[in-house]
């Protein structure tokens, strides 16, 4: 599947294992993906993630997905469910961080030490389609690996003949989850992604 993807589109994915290893992650997940959608320039994603007026927030994006990983991976969403089970999250996180240091759930979640690689004999950790872009330099969590599936999805849906950064851009925005949270906090909507990409609305990529 991987022949695919487009030149923008492997780019994120590369993109995103190198995030990964920045921040120390044993895994690529959904939120390296995002943070590698928006290194893009010149591409079907970044126009569209411009249009919407995320340009220039980064850093903002960047606050949002280390909060999250603080509270050891939990969308907001979650988070006020198990508030409505009276459980509060950010109490734990507190106690948590009490007791371990700061960013202790943070590395429960998956930024923890070590650097995750495959040796072969780690039970096919790392294998898969997606292992045609990278290697062993990182596993792909199965968050990961359902945006790469589901942005297949997308360009099929479209009856797009590759897969774009764009088509990885809808599939974030589509799951349920922490990046596509932050991306709509950020005014980065499915249907206004879908607005901008396809028409519909004043502006369309090209």
Known sequence: MFERFTKDARAVVLGAVGHAERLDAETVEEQHLLLALLDREASRASFALTSLGLGGRRESVQRA??????????SRADTDALSGLGIDVSAIVSRVEEAHGEGALEAAHGNGKGDGRGDGNDSGRGKGWWAGFVGQRRPFARGAKDVLTESLRMALAQQDRHIGDEHLLLALAARPGVPSEVLADHGVTYVALRRVLYGGGEAKAG
């Open 65 to 74: 997905l280390a909060e999250a990983r603080r509270r050891g991976g939990l």
